[in-house]
Nanobody, 125 residues
Framework: QVRLVESGGGLVQPGTSLRLSCVVSGDTLSGYTWAWFRQAPGEERDFVAAVRASGSRTYYTDSVKGRFTISKDNAKNTVYLQMNSLKLEDTGVYYC??????????????????WGQGTQVTVSS
């Protein structure tokens, strides 16, 4: 059984950076698409970023393009989300997800079968 454990969240000021980590156990990263979603209070869980199994294709929601970078380290079995220039609206619980979604479902939660417990990111002045 695949297990995902996120870390790296915290309370930060606008304009600063955080790096989230998602350690995967129970399987390797190969062959899966890995993604980050976030959920703000009272909101649905929204897609943030994804990296396809090949590692060469990445996808981002428009609001984070140019600020966030998703990456993975196969040797460490870890997926990262580097978040720069954080904004108040980036606040939420960030979830790591893994699965084999078809290309058109990369940005939808139904495309992923494995989820972490989430890590809280709070951007506040």
């Amino acid at each position: 059984q695949v297990r995902l454990v996120e870390s790296g969240g915290g309370l930060v000021q606008p304009g600063t950076s955080l790096r989230l980590s998602c350690v995967v156990s129970g399987d390797t990263l190969s062959g899966y698409t890995w993604a980050w979603f976030r959920q703000a209070p009272g909101e649905e869980r929204d897609f943030v970023a994804a990296v396809r199994a090949s590692g060469s294709r990445t996808y981002y929601t428009d609001s984070v393009k140019g600020r966030f970078t998703i990456s993975k380290d196969n040797a460490k079995n870890t997926v990262y989300l580097q978040m720069n220039s954080l904004k108040l609206e980036d606040t939420g619980v960030y979830y790591c997800a893994g699965g084999r979604p078809i290309l058109s479902s990369t940005h939808t939660s139904r495309g992923y079968s494995s989820w972490g417990q989430g890590t809280q990111v709070t951007v506040s002045s």
